[in-house]
């Protein structure tokens, strides 16, 4: 008896120490792995970061509202911001692959269908943010547009042209998820539907004047509002 | 070009302006004939896409039957007067027309130098105006300076005049025209710059050369023209255009210039040749009250950007203003500067688009002129000197202000 | 070499102007004479000239540089015999050489005897000849030309108790062609001339000749009468010789005097000269084609005579204000340099002594339609003394040699009429006939070849002119036509190289051979004929079909 408990004990003993002599040196490849991900993003983030510098995309995105928006979301500068991105993402591939040569089933798996999905999250986020630029700066264009034309509700169609991007952008990130997609196509057509009557509700009642001097202009009034206002220069 | 060097160059952008620019080069030809007889002299003209079009005119400029009756010692010029055209297939922006202008300026030697418009009532004393300057006493730049109606030129009175008076320390009146005149020194400097691709320089480079030259410590002065020359092509009918092309542009030059003014102090006497500035008052037909509208509904609707531009306490007073029934508005002027100078540190930290940014401030010129009109519509030339005196003496007082925004860092605003 | 019979000389000649006085002394009074010119006329016919143009010789006080006559038919004693001057104009007849003389029609001196017989009676058979009257009122409104000397046209003559008529100095008294008898004693004045054998004469102030109430008595058509007798006269019985006219006038009103071909051969064409010297400053061909398309056509047989500078100052009549202004600026700096309405230099210190402008000018009076006039030591680039009064300082004795007194004269220094000049740069050490003759590089064997260039081709003298107008304002381009003879002229103006883009499409095919070393140039195509020139540089080139 208590030699086969012995045995037990010995064949459990060796188990043991043969899984962890198998299961130490993967646990070490895994953070090997992870340290040179670390590195590897490291030098990617740098790398990134310095040829974001020579683009002046800063500068760009302050030109196209984004920097705006960024900072409203409480995220650092657009160069910042993707080359921390680049960082996590390369890292986080290296942390997958290592936790992979842990052969740990059913992990594999699931690492597996992480990765197949990580694009169509990505590029829902872009379409989302891109979605958030457009819609901010083509609203700000249409808002100061009427302001300066003399056009009455002026706001009202700065906010339909932003609603009309923002649906437009979630659809297509959603669209892109897979989730729901008769739905959320059915779902569209009608919200788009429906600001496309307020709009033109909208613009019938703010129009008037817009329409109206644009007619003067045409049929040679050339008597417009303009002229009663002193030369600039 | 087989010119060779000469004394004296004067740039036409033709603009597509195939009547009026025979004028100009007459009135150019007769300067020089009356003026300039023994300088050496060219004038190059810029043309535009109508090729065929231009060319006939200056064919037929070119040769008009000399005049001259040796016993009569009329006008004459003693040497040949040349004519340089520089084909542009469509017609050229007017920074690229300066640049070409330049590049034969700086080709040529020319001494001194004038861009003018191809304006119909262009004078033969204005060419001169404009040339003697640079050519006689050594200036680089040359500004115009326009007898003009009271109402005339009110963005350059009440911003672009004292705001580059503050900022620049140098009064020069016409900082935005048509036509203005510059040395060949100047002309080499301006042309070695990279900045000809910038949109700011390729739609009006004029300020940007005076600017150029007094970094470079070089001398500015203005001169008298008379009536200011209507260009056939009128921009000043779209505010927004104006504004885009002046208020913009000066944003962009305080930008690129801030060693100029940031941290140190620099100031020009800038002399003027004739009479100063003159103003006449016959009535015009002008409409305060729809440009008050305009402003009370803008900074109204603008709201959520003004909230990004301006400062808030800036924004709380503007606000007080705009609540005041019609009859009791003003801008006052300590309020006006104040706001020009979040404006300029806004675009400086581009806080939104910069278009936009120089969008949004329309209401607020239409603002400031209405309460311009308004308080001035009985005053005498003198009193409306006095107070752009004291409007300038704002700009100055309240620099300080500017270099503080200017410098801050961006707050993040929700 | 013998005189060629040619009616029409005068317009291939090269005109060598001089004063008697200045050119060589022969008896060491310190004034030059006829027995020393003939002596340098080996000289003159070296350099390759075809004819001289004598200032006024005759005996007179000298009161006006010689017009002032007070004898026609004789030589002052000071510039030798009546004989020496016969002697002096056979040589130059057997060295091919024409000669022409100065007359002077419209007036006299007050020393002459026909006026000393006029005023001494009012009932003299002379009397007539001159124009007198009771009072000084007649002739209102007619012009001083004098101003600075004179206050009247009319001069108290205090012997006759009456007025006398004189445009110029009242030294100088009209004669009276109203009076035939004063035609005929004239033209026997210019027979007793032309039968020694002159061969034309430069007739000065004609335009004064006849006076008549109402007009300005001048270029009225009475005194082209009178010129139109002398010249019928002259085409019958002297058919080779030539009237040159005194005008100093625009070409356009200068034109009269060439009548339909029966008054003056030749006239100075006086714009052109001062245009010359501007071009050059002004390094722009304009001034010089201005001038030339506002020349009238002038009859076949007439000629403009052409000039650089001459005995009196440069004159700055025939300009604009502006020109005028432009030229003193440039050429006479210093105000003791002008004189009049004119400048008192010459050549080669207007050009400061630049040999490359020196020669560019005389390139384009050599080359330009007329007859070319030399004046004395220009062809050696002599100096000027503009500290000696009025034009004193244009007419300093020739500088032959280093020796004595530019070897002019052998009488002492002090004596001579007037000093020669000596300062380092024009001093007739440095510049000198001899020394030049030695230099190969000189400016006077420069002269001899561009003359001789000139001699052998009719086509400058009598070729018609039409300019190219390259776009390079800095090269004046011309060509010269004569029947079968066409030269292409090409001059930088400027101080700087130069290209040029000549048309030649209507000369396809011909060959430019330059014309002073006989070299090919490219044939001329369909495209502009590219030319290159240096500093002051031109080119004369001659067109064949090869």
Redesign the interface.
Known sequence: MRETILQALEQVYSNLVHMVAEFLPRFLVMLIIIAIGLLVAFIFKQMLRALLGLTKIDRVSEEAGASRFLRMAHLPAMSELLSRSIFWVTWLCFVLVGLSVLGVAGLQEQISRLFRFLPEIFVAIVILFLGAVIANFLSRTALLAAVNAGVRSARILSWSIRFVIWILAITMALEELGVARQTVVAAFSIVFGAAMLGLAIAFGLGGQDLARRSLERHLGDTKTENDKEPQPL | MNVGEVDLLVGVSSRDAADTITHALGAIEQSFQQYFVRQRVVIVVVGSGDKDKRDGILEAASSAPSTRNPRQPGITSLRTIHRVTADFSSPPPPGVALRTVLAAADLLRARACAVLPPAANLSPSAVANLLKPAYHENFDFVAPLYKRHKFQGLLARNLLYPMSRAVFGCSIRELYSDEWGFSGRLASLCLNQDVWQEEAIRARPEAWMAISAIASDLRCCQTYLGEKSQPPTVAGSDIVEVLRQTVGNLFWCLEGNQSLWLDSQRSQEVPTFGPAHELTSETTELDPHRMFEMFRSGVTELEPILTVVLDPDTLVEIKNIVALPEGQFRFRPDLWVRTVYDFASSYHHAVINRAHLVQAFAPFYRGMTNSFLIEHSDSSPAEMEAASEMLCAEFELQKPYLRERWKANVEVKS | MALQRDNLWYKDAVIYQLHVRTFCDSNADGIGDFAGLTRRLDYLQGLGITAIWLLPFYPSPLRDDGYDIADYTSVHSSYGTLDDFKTFLEAAHSRGIRVIIEMVLNHTSDQHPWFKESRSSRDNPKRDWYVWSETDTGYQGVPIVFVDTETSNWAWDPISKSYYWHRFFSHQPDLNYDNPAVFEAVWDVMKFWLDIGVDGFRLDAVAFLVEREGTLCENLPETHAVIREIRKRLDISYPSTMLLAEANQ?PADVRAYFGDGDEFHAAFHF?LMPRMF?AVK??????II??LE?TPEIPETAQWFIFLRNHDELTLE?V????RD?MYDEYATDKTMRINRGIRRRLAPMMNNDRRRIELLNGLLMSMPGTPIVYYGDEIAMGDNIYLGDRNGVRTPMQWNSSLNAGFSSADPERLYAPVISNAVYGYQAVNVDAQTRSEHSLLLWMKSLIKVRNAFRVFGRGTMQFLT?????VLAYVRQFEGQTVLVVNNL?N?A???ELDVQRYKGYVPIEMFGRNLFPRFGNLPYLLTLGPYQFYWFQLRRL
């Open positions: 625009w714009p501007m002004l390094e722009d061909r304009k001034p201005e001038i506002q025939m604009t204000d502006i020109e432009y390259p776009s390079n304002h800095r400027s700087s130069q290209a040029v």
